[in-house]
């Protein structure tokens, strides 16, 4: 069957934006046994629909994947195993396998922690790109220097954490670097292939290098790179009044 998800959530609201609309096919099994549940199926949602103080948005075309819900009826506490989710957007693909997340609601407010063991970068700054085009979640510096920087490579073993249950959302993410590259961006060099670790927030955060064999470029001052045979170390950032500090 065909339903408007709207239809039966509770409002969902985050920086002023709240869903709108979303259209949903599922194919549902549930299993209820001694207040335990599992809900298990597939579910197809499109036209994915956003409203601000200007109306309508669509962020996303279609959203295909398969789940298992599992939890207690007298807990707060569900978890979601979700072996393949696919965000579909102007013809490209995001693709999210063997997600697993652990949701918590408490009053109306949410915490939500995951593991992911993989993913494509590229397929995530571009799918972030257009997102920001219709809901301009992302600030601009921050836009500017994601468009800018051109990311490539795969985060793996990622652990993720946002927390709405205060008066200010909380993120983190936390992620092994595999085979990244990144493209000039103000005083900050272009780097061939970056291995390492990540811990990202939307105010700060560090990235640890691990590297053999790779290029580095600082595009501002030199006209070619530089070959290096290994590096170690560790570049942290801040974002503070508007200014990005690295």
Avoid: C
């Avoid at 992302?138 to 468009?147: F, H, K, N, Q, S």
């Amino acid at each position: 069957p065909q339903v408007q998800l709207t239809d039966f959530l509770p409002e969902l609201k985050f920086q002023g934006l709240r869903l709108g609309s979303a259209g949903l096919r599922a194919e549902l099994w549930l299993d209820y046994q001694n207040e335990n549940f599992n809900l298990v199926g597939n579910i197809e949602a499109h036209e994915i629909e956003l409203i601000d103080t200007e109306g309508h948005k669509e962020i996303v075309q279609r959203i295909d994947t398969t789940f298992k819900l599992s939890g207690h009826a007298e807990q707060d506490e569900v978890q979601l195993f979700l072996p393949d989710l696919s965000l579909i957007q102007d013809g490209e693909v995001l693709e999210f396998l063997d997600l697993n997340l652990i949701v918590e609601m408490m009053d109306g407010q949410y915490v939500v922690a995951g593991n992911l063991p993989s993913l494509d970068l590229g397929s995530l700054s571009s799918t972030l790109i257009r997102l920001n085009e219709n809901i301009n979640v992302i600030p601009e510096r921050g836009m500017t220097a994601l468009v800018a920087m051109n990311l490539k490579g795969h985060f793996e073993e990622i652990i993720l954490y946002f927390d709405n249950s205060g008066d200010k959302p909380e993120m983190k993410l936390t992620s092994s670097i595999v085979g990244a590259s990144i493209e000039a961006y103000l005083g900050a060099p272009a780097i061939s292939a970056l291995n390492g670790f990540v811990s990202l927030h939307p105010e700060r955060g560090y990235v640890d290098i691990n590297n053999s064999a790779f290029d580095l470029h600082f595009a501002s001052m030199f006209p070619t790179s530089w070959p290096f045979d290994s590096t170690r170390g560790r570049v942290n950032y801040r974002l503070a009044d508007g200014v990005f500090h690295l």
